[in-house]
């Protein structure tokens, strides 16, 4: 799934192992799929289905129905079976807990069937703020919150090692939980306060650490990300204070790093899937090898090894990912292959302990009717891609579920197989368009899954993803104001990275031709307000393009600010807009987009995300939000701005259908107006607002985008990195 818009390049040092000890307030987890706020608006996902990377999935091993699901950078989940859906846990995270949205690890009490942990933090490095532990008494419906003194990566490599989270076998209260670079920590009062405990294996500033944690028995084992193929990486203790390598372990490549594992308690036999990395990229070698406890004797099962031959002459190159076992059955256990693009990853199943393996993929029938996008513009889905995530139902034997890069599949007789994923959402958003008419109230772009045509709120599109051509992150979306059923796109793509729509962004034709640099570097493209020019950007390396035959022909924009964001003006197709971000500068042009010229200079710079929005129906009715720099308007098509004094901050600005007896549209910010960054709503011109999300309805981090709907007063649609699209509507 995709990263958050910060940098990932510095790597942080190492940190002090102990966690700090901070009991917070309990707070609220949604309960329901449409909740009524208290401000008074029901807040609901747009919904797409699934759209991310699923990092692990549990079902609880002594309640029929019960299961939880975690993600890379979209929260946590608990299945409702009842509802047939999924349920989300962790929306009550806001915009300063971002990073806590990646759920590292989960764990469930067998003894205690309402209680659940989360590991929470999605990356390392030292921009990111420090992890988390949530702890509940009632399925996640409220927590309790220990801050830490470490980071953890739930959107680095390795997100689909796990679970590095784990209640003892021994006693209920202890937990153990696996560290990337800070070793590993216990608690003893139920994941209240954490120390670091004696391990022999030593972390490291940049390395995978405890890549899981599992119980056998009485015993507890740990896997160790960091060998180099010959030391060993599987450690147990038997007292819970002392650890040593497991004796006899596979070495080598294919067994370097162990990504999951799971114990058959009849057999009393653990069952191990390796890697030479950790996942989901960059695997090329892998096995699957099984320990029996009681005598300590090792055997290789693995079903297929990497390395053979495809019909196209390349390598089957993968590793092994996902890992469980029939906790009914004896010897039936069920692993997935990893990162395997020649062949497609799978699933292999044997009833022998091994001995025999069946690949479920080889008779699998598909369904995706309930979520197209899977297709991909193809004519038929994949079984699965970066398959970590597997999990089979302690109830019922042909119930197996595996995650991919984009769903979680689900099949009951072994055979069919189809999306097992209403609640879930996890795309991460990057624009908002809500036509003024057409049948769609809303056209999205995402990273990973390009654009979707919203004709339903409450389904996923039944075109699927945006196609011909297929993109993987959208870069770019606009529609012409006067001419609404012309819609343009930009991302990145293999076959054309723009195109244009003329029935509202139903059906698509790639631009005959594009600038050289649009497919190394594709950025923002907007059109004027009757259609009748484009203007895209390219990054702050590279001109601007302007095309004025519906992408024929392109031309350089030499006064274009490198890299800005081209915003045209809704009444006058003549007139176009840019804001510089690096110099503080709004540009303006009068010929349209043919030249841009300064205007108002000296506005706050420095920041990307700084975002310059023009008020509908309106020439010239400019607004800038400026981060924490507050938020600025102009009445004179950006010659002059003046600072809105109702709020501090202002991230990102959209605009919908006027209040009656209101002249004005109203409109939409995710900023501050005293202390909180919230979700508010101006019927006055921004003379005064309204929040109108609460402290359960927060999401993370809401930046990139909020639009209103231009035919339905009050509604909202609002831009999560990695809670896909949330509305909002007065309750």
Not at 19 to 24: E, G, I, N
Not at 142 to 171: F, M, Q, Y
Not at 173 to 184: A, S
Request: aromatic content about 10%.
């Amino acid at each position: 799934m995709s990263a958050f818009h910060l940098s990932r390049r510095s790597v942080l040092a190492g940190t002090a192992a102990a966690a700090a000890v901070v009991s917070l307030p309990s707070v609220q987890g949604q309960a329901a799929a449409a909740t009524p706020a208290k401000s008074g608006y029901r807040w609901r996902n747009v919904v797409q289905g699934g759209t991310g990377f699923i990092t692990g999935v549990l079902f609880h091993p002594s309640v029929r129905g019960l299961a939880y699901l975690r993600t890379d950078i979209g929260g946590a989940y608990r299945w409702d079976d009842r509802a047939d859906r999924w349920i989300p846990l962790t929306d009550h995270l806001g915009w300063d807990d971002w990073n806590l949205l990646g759920v590292e690890a989960m764990a469930v009490d067998p003894a205690h069937p309402n209680r659940v942990y989360l590991s929470l933090g999605a990356y390392t490095q030292s921009w990111a703020g420090n992890g988390a532990v949530l702890r509940s008494d009632d399925r996640g419906a409220t927590w309790k919150r220990t801050d830490l003194s470490v980071k953890l990566g739930a959107n680095e490599d390795g997100r689909g090692c796990g679970e590095r989270l784990l209640v003892d076998p021994r006693d209920s209260d202890t937990l153990w939980l696996g560290t990337r670079h800070d070793g590993l920590l216990k608690s003893t009062d139920r994941g209240a306060s954490w120390k670091a405990v004696s391990f022999p294996a030593a972390p490291s500033a940049t390395g995978q650490g405890v890549t899981l944690l599992v119980a056998a028995g009485r015993s507890v084992y740990a896997g160790w990300g960091d060998s180099d193929g010959t030391s060993a990486n599987l450690y147990r203790t038997a007292d819970g204070v002392t650890w040593e390598a497991v004796p006899g372990q596979p070495t080598g490549t294919a067994a370097k790093v162990p990504v999951r594992a799971a114990y058959d308690r009849h057999a009393r036999e653990l069952y191990v899937t390796y890697a030479d990395a950790p996942g989901p990229n960059g695997q090329a070698d892998g096995s699957v090898h099984k320990l029996r406890t009681a005598s300590g004797k090792w055997s290789e099962v693995t079903p297929v090894k990497p390395g053979g031959a495809t019909s196209d002459g390349g390598t089957d190159s993968f590793g092994y990912g996902g890992v469980a076992v029939d906790a009914r059955c004896p010897g039936t256990v069920v692993v997935s292959t990893n990162n395997r693009w020649s062949l497609v990853d799978t699933l292999y199943r044997t009833t022998d302990g091994g001995r025999t393996w069946t690949s479920l993929k080889d008779k699998a029938v598909l369904d995706v009717s309930e979520t197209p996008y899977l297709k991909w513009g193809a004519d038929k889905p994949k079984f699965g891609w970066w398959i970590q995530a597997v999990g089979l139902d302690p109830f019922d034997s042909r119930h197996v579920v595996h995650g991919t890069g984009a769903t979680l599949y689900g099949t009951r007789d072994l055979k069919h197989f189809a999306p097992q994923i209403r609640g879930v959402e996890e795309a991460s958003i990057r624009q908002l368009v809500s036509p003024p008419s057409g049948e769609a109230h809303l056209l999205s772009g995402s990273g990973d899954i390009g654009v979707m045509y919203h004709e339903r709120l409450t389904a996923s599109p039944s075109r699927g993803m945006a196609s011909n051509p297929v993109f993987g992150s959208s870069t770019g979306l606009s529609l012409a104001t006067a001419k609404p059923s012309y819609v343009v796109r930009a991302g990145w793509g293999d076959h054309g990275n723009g195109a244009s729509s003329n029935d509202g962004g139903k059906t698509w034709t790639p631009f005959k031709t594009q600038p050289d640099v649009a497919k190394s570097a594709p950025g923002p493209i907007a059109t004027n307000a009757d259609a009748s020019v484009l203007l895209w950007s390219f990054g702050t390396a590279n001109p601007a393009h302007r095309s004025t035959d519906n992408g024929a022909t392109w031309t350089e924009i030499p006064t274009f600010p490198k890299g800005a964001v081209p915003v045209a003006d809704p009444v006058d197709p003549a007139r176009c807009y840019a804001f510089d971000t690096t110099t503080g500068t709004l540009f303006a042009s009068t010929d349209s987009g043919r030249t841009f010229t300064a205007r108002a200079t000296g506005l706050s710079s420095g920041d990307t995300e700084f975002q310059l929005v023009a008020a509908p129906g309106r020439t010239g009715d400019l607004w800038l939000s400026l981060k924490g720099n507050g938020l600025y308007r102009s009445t004179d098509g950006g010659a002059t701005f003046t600072k809105v004094s109702s709020c501090h901050a202002s991230h990102t600005l959209g605009f919908g259908k006027a209040a009656r007896g209101a002249s004005y549209p109203a409109l939409y910010m995710v900023g501050t107006t005293e202390t909180i960054t919230a979700v508010y709503r101006s019927d006055d011109e921004a003379k005064t607002w309204t929040r109108i999300n609460d402290d359960r309805h927060q999401w993370g981090w809401t930046g990139a985008a909020i639009t209103g709907d231009p035919r339905v007063y009050g509604r909202v649609y609002i831009a999560t990195n990695g809670r896909g699209v949330q509305y909002g509507e007065p309750a």
